[in-house]
T-cell receptor
Framework: GEDVEQSLFLSVREGDSSVINCTYT??????LYWYKQEPGAGLQLLTY?????DMKQDQRLTVLLNKKDKHLSLRIADTQTGDSAIYFCAESTKESGGYQKVTFGTGTKLQVIP | EPEVTQTPSHQVTQMGQEVILRCVPISNHLYFYWYRQILGQKVEFLVSFYNNEISEKSEIFDDQFSVERPDGSNFTLKIRSTKLEDSAMYFC???????????????FGPGTRLTVT
């Protein structure tokens, strides 16, 4: 079955870059996502990448996908204290009949030190 | 921008009671989902729903759970007899079937925190 793994914790200083890594097992993924969850809040889609792309940049966010190694990363440039949150990697796979299922990783808690 | 809404934001119930969690998906979306997140754990898929029937469900979604789209706007998750281990954040999501941009993106609601005592 599908499995998505992430490291649990990352601590960076304000102004530095953060890199959050994720590995997944299902090679039939269609889209890969990064979601942000602030304390007590819901899931906010940050960015996504289609599985046939290698890189996507969106302002301070850069997503890198290594499909061969099934490795996804999220780089946040100039990390701010407001970036402190849990970041979930997720993959979507097309099930039989065209139905989509999203599998989430364990989440990486990003702590930004002022 | 359209968004998925969920009510209530927090529900407290006693063990053995029935609860109904409500969601209003984005109006032109056709696929609907429920996920749950037990405190400190990963987000887990529960069920997907399309064309007024369940299209896929996980092993978590047992006979105690049911989903319904009672009218054109609401999508509900019912837990018949709640257990302590049902305490979690429950997220609803919806997806548009087609569109040139972000065709497969699921839009998530803010979640309902269910506390079973």
């Amino acid at each position: 079955g599908e499995d998505v793994e992430q490291s649990l914790f990352l601590s960076v200083r304000e102004g530095d870059s953060s890199v959050i890594n994720c590995t997944y097992t299902d090679s039939s993924s269609t889209y890969l996502y990064w979601y942000k969850q602030e304390p007590g809040a819901g899931l906010q889609l940050l960015t996504y990448i289609f599985s046939n792309m290698d890189m996507k940049q969106d302002q301070r966010l850069t997503v890198l996908l290594n499909k061969k190694d099934k490795h996804l990363s999220l780089r946040i440039a100039d990390t701010q204290t407001g970036d402190s949150a849990i970041y979930f990697c997720a993959e979507s796979t097309k099930e039989s009949g065209g139905y989509q299922k999203v599998t989430f990783g364990t989440g990486t808690k990003l702590q930004v030190i002022p | 921008e359209p968004e998925v809404t969920q009510t209530p934001s927090h529900q407290v119930t006693q063990m053995g009671q029935e609860v109904i969690l409500r969601c209003v998906p984005i109006s032109n979306h056709l696929y609907f989902y429920w996920y749950r997140q037990i405190l400190g754990q990963k987000v887990e898929f529960l069920v997907s729903f399309y064309n007024n029937e369940i299209s896929e469900k996980s092993e978590i979604f047992d006979d105690q759970f049911s989903v319904e789209r009672p009218d054109g706007s609401n999508f509900t998750l019912k837990i018949r007899s709640t257990k302590l281990e049902d305490s979690a954040m429950y997220f609803c999501a919806s997806r548009k079937t087609s569109g040139r941009v972000r065709k497969d993106e699921q839009y998530f609601g803010p979640g309902t925190r269910l506390t079973v005592t």
